[in-house]
């Protein structure tokens, strides 16, 4: 099976745009989460899509939003981008049994000038 | 909420040497526990996991993990490193068990040496 996929790679953004980051999980996983990974504050979970609905959110501001489609690809997206948003955002694919193995895509690294 | 702790930042071991990588987290409820692997500019990597039964959990390159419940931790061990094994850990808990929301730790970057 091929692994998750995710667009674009590496984006550049300018301070108050907006950015949309998409994600194609493992086929036949249904749950999809984003996680944003920055030197100073590691791994956070920012919310978790199950079956186009969203089922857990981290503690980050409603500038943060995502959405699940009927076909499992998750997008994110940020509006009104700040500097401290330069991360990379990591997707991750559940298959909903008993492993509750997140397999991770490669990311996409976003900087904001 | 959970918290994960991974004391060490950094740390250096030479090549064939024993090395442990450890993790603490915060709550004593029932709890899945994770080690991801990333290495440079690529994603995380499941190395190993703990849901319930036996409390030592082994990985197919070598790296085992005990998990203790008393002491909250779940430290990674490897008997022998390779140059290979260079690379960043993170460990991870479930917020709740059953829940795909992962808290990780800050990680700690294994460096290898010849």
């Known amino acids: 099976k091929a692994g998750v996929t995710q667009t674009p790679r590496y984006l550049i953004k300018t301070r108050g745009q907006q950015v949309t980051l998409s994600c194609s999980p493992i086929?036949?996983?249904?749950?999809v989460s984003w996680y944003q990974q920055t030197p100073g504050q590691g791994l956070q979970f920012l919310f978790e899509y199950f079956s186009e609905t969203q089922r857990n959110k981290g503690n980050f501001p409603g500038r943060f939003s995502g959405r699940q489609f009927s076909n499992s690809r998750s997008e994110m997206n940020v509006s009104t981008l700040e500097l401290g948003d330069s991360a990379l955002y990591l997707c991750?694919?559940?298959?909903?049994?008993?492993?509750?193995?997140?397999?991770f895509g490669p990311g996409t690294r976003l900087t904001v000038t | 909420a959970q918290s994960v702790t991974q004391l060490d930042s950094q740390v250096p071991v030479f090549e064939e040497a024993p090395v442990e990588l450890r993790c603490n987290y915060s709550s004593s409820v029932s709890v899945y526990l994770f080690w991801y692997v990333q290495y440079p500019n690529q994603g995380l990597q499941l190395l190993l996991k703990?849901?319930?039964?036996?409390?030592l959990v082994e990985s197919i390159n070598g790296f085992e993990a005990e998990f203790n419940k008393s002491q909250t931790s779940f430290h990674l061990r490897k008997p022998s490193v390779h140059i290979s094994d260079t690379a960043e850990y993170f460990c991870?808990?479930?917020?709740?068990?059953?829940?795909?929301?992962?808290?990780f730790g800050t990680g700690t970057r294994l460096k290898v040496l010849a």
């Open positions: 991750a694919s559940t298959e909903t049994s008993v492993t509750y193995e997140q397999y």
């Open positions: 086929s036949g996983h249904r749950s």
């Open positions: 991870a808990v479930s917020d709740q068990a059953g829940t795909y929301k992962y808290i």
């Open positions: 703990y849901l319930s039964g036996s409390t």
